[in-house]
């Protein structure tokens, strides 16, 4: 009677309520009635206004089932709920998703794993749906909260997994659901990317980061297994970031691996941020760089372990922003690392640990540049050389050097990963200068780290490996040797003295070990090499043999390094006649090697910090020396001016010591070169021969009528060859003559200029005589420059 009644009661229930009474079965395990389910489904497509009250209701029966535990029903329930979800697509659907997440949250606030699963699974399944209209008042700090507390389930076994892999779904779903609808809650407010980012790393570092590198050849195993799934939605999550979200992704990023002390070691850490510059977009992925060096300063008062291991993760993932960098953004990184590494030196002058830490940022810094187009490379070097301080030769102290070494190792890092075309590109003047004035600094150890940036900068044949060290056995080298342009001797004309010069005074310093002069050995054995030419034949043979004559002169070098010296200059000479084929030349070089062989060893490399005591002075042996007229013959029979070789040698009268800041050796200047400016200067001298009175260019050549008709029938090829002649002799008259010499050359020789003079002398004193003043008392005299501007040329 009571069930009768209870049916004719059902009569006069909404239709809505019997249609849903109807999917759930006598017996839960015999699952969904689908037909009824379809009928229900049918209805709710009928009248879509129905739709809110068919999820409460089915809330209610959930809700009622989950109090009883008749888990069965609440499975059916949420089943129901998704079909309906996934059929209906109605404006008012808005209204059945509230009933659906509240279902929802109910089931993940069950204490059974299984239903917070089922939770999960549904959600997704809502996440992946398109709505038409956004819901503004929906909010999902809930599900935030939850999903980030079941990425760190504590149970046992195969369950565990289960729950994990369900949180990270969960998360994934809720980006997935927010990213795409800025109108709805932000999902990268740092409250929200508080709780998951943690929990996505605390997965990934859970079960081996170095396992992940195994092939995705099976897709289910990876969504089965929290670190790949974690992987995975980390990859997602960077990705969808724009430029003003990044910072609140790596926030909690960074304050993961600082709490859970996961710096050291880091391979961890390199794991993690290789995924996410891999994950960013392009243009942002020096905001990570920079965000990394911004918690370096952070950190600048910890261990310098946890700095080393931050520097060793910057060095791993500057590479990859490197290719995005453009403009002030390069100096920026490049100016921060520097500033890394002299806080650094303030900090600390001794520590192992802490030497560590400078190498990997040099090492960060070397990697940066190795990315960079070569034009910002040149950029960087000119940079760093202008952070280097001048060395001084009193008041310094080891923080100072060790500051400088610092820079100049950084300097080598990017020179190392730059590819040299032209001289002129890779030597401007702001960097040539004060690289080559660094290259006399007291120490020693900072002279051998400039020479190393020349070699690396010079050489652009890979012959360096070949000239490391010291040799008399050319031959055997093999050396790539190519004809050299006209940049790069345009550039050596220009440049050459000052580098020869710096080279020689280096070699001068009482400091200098074995390996400062092979350094020094290398340079010249590179820039041989490299511009190969007659001129720079001649500027090399005279750098050696003043090189010989400061080995037999100065007195504040060991007996020691003079040996070194006189085997440097045999090791040169062989190697110039080699390179440029000059055969007599290189057959005399062979000659003085095996003399030394058989009477002075200790001539001829390698060299040594410490010789036999019966070592005999190369003084004593002057048959064993490179004779300057035997070399300048030589070179004459192969067709090259040698004029140079017999004149005083700029380098004879260089006496020990180091140049100072600002000063310039001038023994170049006093030494003719066949340049680019000597045949301007010659220019600027032929303009005496269009002053009246003053004497041609050529002493014997005279205007006749036999010269005109000569200069009206020969070929112009013969004039030019003579005019070429005229110039060269002319030049060196006037670079060899003493000024007695010029001062008759250059006497009017036509009472008409004389007169003229005379009558200029009378006009400024009768000047003077009218209109005195008080800064005009002293009588004006025209000087000897002033009458004959044209000799005067510079």
């Known amino acids: 009677m009571f069930e009768g009644c209870c049916g004719c009661c059902s009569a006069f229930r909404p239709r809505y309520k019997r249609l849903v009474d109807n999917i759930f079965p006598v017996y839960p395990q015999d699952g969904l009635v689908k037909s009824n389910m379809e009928k229900l489904t049918f209805y709710s497509l009928s009248s879509p206004e129905k739709l809110d009250r068919i999820g409460e209701y089915l809330y209610q029966r959930a809700a009622r089932d989950i109090y009883r535990k008749k888990y069965g029903f609440v499975v059916i329930a949420m089943e129901a709920m998704d079909q309906l979800l996934l059929a209906c697509h109605a404006p008012t659907l808005n209204l059945f998703v509230e009933s659906f997440l509240k279902m929802v949250q109910k089931l993940l606030e069950s ?37 980030s507390a079941m990425c760190h389930s504590g149970d046992e076994g195969d369950k565990k997994n289960k729950i994990r892999v369900a949180g990270i779904k969960g998360l994934q779903a809720v980006v997935r659901k927010t990213v795409s609808d800025e109108l709805v809650e932000n999902i990268w407010e740092p409250v929200h990317m508080d709780k998951i980012v943690p929990s996505l790393l605390f997965n990934m570092q859970e079960s081996g980061f170095h396992t992940n590198e195994k092939s995705n050849q099976n897709a289910t195993e990876d969504e089965n297994d929290p670190p790949m799934l974690a992987e ?128 990997a940022l040099i090492n960060a810094l070397g990697e940066f540049a190795n990315h960079l187009p070569d034009y910002q490379k040149i950029e960087i070097m000119m940079f760093i050389m202008s952070k ?67 070699h690396t900068l010079i050489d652009r044949h890979h012959n360096l490996e070949k000239l490391t060290k010291p040799t008399v056995d050319v031959a055997e080298l093999d050396l790539v040797v190519e004809k050299s342009s006209r940049p790069d001797l345009i550039f050596i004309n220009k440049h050459g003295p000052i580098i ?15 390996e400062n002069i092979e350094a ?50 045999i090791c040169l000479l062989v190697l110039i006649s080699n390179v440029s ?90 030494t003719g070169r066949s340049s680019i400016t000597e045949l ?31 200069v009206l029938t020969e070929p112009p090829e013969v004039r030019k060859e003579a005019e070429a002649e005229r110039r060269k002799m002319l030049s060196h008259t006037f670079r060899t003559a003493t000024f007695s010499e010029l001062i008759r050359r250059t006497q009017p020789k036509h009472d008409l200029l004389q007169n003229k003079l005379n009558d200029i002398f009378k006009s400024l004193s009768v000047n003077e005589a009218r209109s005195p003043t008080l800064e005009e008392k002293k009588p004006t005299v025209p000087t000897y420059e002033q009458n004959f501007p044209e000799l005067f040329f510079y």
């Open 111 to 147: 204490t059974e794993p299984e239903l917070q699963i089922l939770a999960t699974q549904s959600f997704v399944k809502f996440a992946n749906i398109e709505e038409d209209t956004p819901s503004y008042h929906r909010r999902y700090d809930f599900f935030v909260s939850k999903f």
């Open 232 to 359: 995975t939605c980390m990859r997602e999550l960077v990705g969808r970031a724009s430029f003003g979200h990044i910072r609140t992704v790596l926030k909690p990023v960074l304050r993961h691996f600082d709490l859970h002390e996961l710096w050291v070691p880091n391979q961890f850490a390199i794991h993690t941020f290789r995924i996410i510059m891999f994950s960013i977009q392009a243009q942002y992925s020096y905001t990570v760089v920079e965000s990394l060096m911004a918690h370096l300063d952070e950190n600048s008062k910890s261990s310098a372990s946890i700095r080393t291991s931050i520097a060793g993760v910057l060095s791993k993932i500057i590479a990859i922003a490197a290719g995005e960098s453009v403009g002030p953004t390069v100096l920026e990184i490049i100016n921060s690392l520097l500033s890394h590494l002299r806080d650094s030196v303030k900090n600390c002058v001794s520590q192992s640990e802490e030497k560590q830490y400078q190498e």
């Open 388 to 454: 280097i301080p001048f060395p001084l030769v009193d008041n310094q102290t080891p923080a100072d050097n060790l500051l400088q070494s610092i820079l100049l190792k950084s300097l080598l890092k990017v020179g190392t990963k730059y590819q040299t075309i032209h001289m002129n590109t890779t030597f401007p003047v702001s960097f040539l200068e004060p690289l080559l004035r660094m290259s006399l600094a007291p120490d020693s150890d900072m002279r051998l780290l400039v020479q190393k940036i020349l």
């Open 500 to 514: 020869y010069d710096a080279l020689y005074t280096s070699l001068q310093i009482d400091t200098n070990t074995p």
């Open 520 to 569: 020094i050995y290398t340079t010249l054995a590179l820039l041989c090499v490299e511009l190969s030419n007659a001129e720079i034949v001649i500027d090399l043979l005279q750098l050696v043999l003043g090189i010989q004559s400061l080995a037999l002169t100065n007195n504040s070098l060991t007996m020691a390094q003079k040996f070194n010296l006189h085997a440097l200059v």
């Open 581 to 670: 084929n000059l055969k007599s030349l290189e057959e005399y070089g062979s000659q003085i090697v095996e003399a030394r062989r058989q009477e002075a060893p200790h001539l001829l490399p390698e060299f040594m910090v410490h010789y036999p005591s019966n070592s005999e002075g190369a003084g004593k042996v002057p048959h064993l020396l490179i004779d300057q007229m035997a070399v300048s013959e030589y070179v004459k029979n192969h067709g090259i001016d040698a004029s140079r070789l017999l004149q005083t040698s700029p380098y004879g009268a260089g006496g020990p010591g180091i140049v100072a800041a600002g000063a310039h050796r001038n023994s170049w200047i006093d």
């Open 680 to 710: 301007t200067g010659a220019n600027e001298v032929d303009s005496a021969a269009s002053s009246p009175g003053v004497q041609r260019k050529m002493p014997e050549e005279e205007l006749t009528f036999e010269s005109m008709k000569k």
